[in-house]
């Protein structure tokens, strides 16, 4: 069966270059451009692996995770923060708030990849 992603990205570059990279690879892929979406989305899809912006429309990267953390349904989804948000101290937020890991942007697109196939263990 084939993995879904939920890319939540509110800038169309970032969401291009994860989607051509991730289709590539063989991953399904579930796309929404602010937190409260991606919320949402995740709540109905149960895709295996959120990639999450932080700095989002409607609900940041923290709270959406915060969210999808609190809920018995999607608590078990691995949540990556990828984020330009790279200062000392971010990725402590990001993994306070939920995210079961932290990309910074620009991120190496080996990489992220690497990253995605080590938490759905399908290298």
Known sequence: MTKRI???????????????????????LLEATDGGSGVALALRERPDLVLMDIQLPVLDGYEATRRLKADPTTRHIPVVAVTSY??????GKAL????????????????????????????
């Open 86 to 91: 790279a200062l000392s101290g971010d990725e």
């Open 6 to 28: 939920l890319i939540v990205e509110d800038t169309e570059d970032n969401r291009r270059i994860l989607r051509d990279l991730l289709t590539v690879a063989g991953y399904d």
């Open 96 to 123: 306070d708030a939920g995210c079961d890991g932290y990309v910074a942007k620009p991120f190496s697109p080996r990489k992220i990849l690497a990253l995605v196939r080590e938490i759905l263990q399908d290298a």
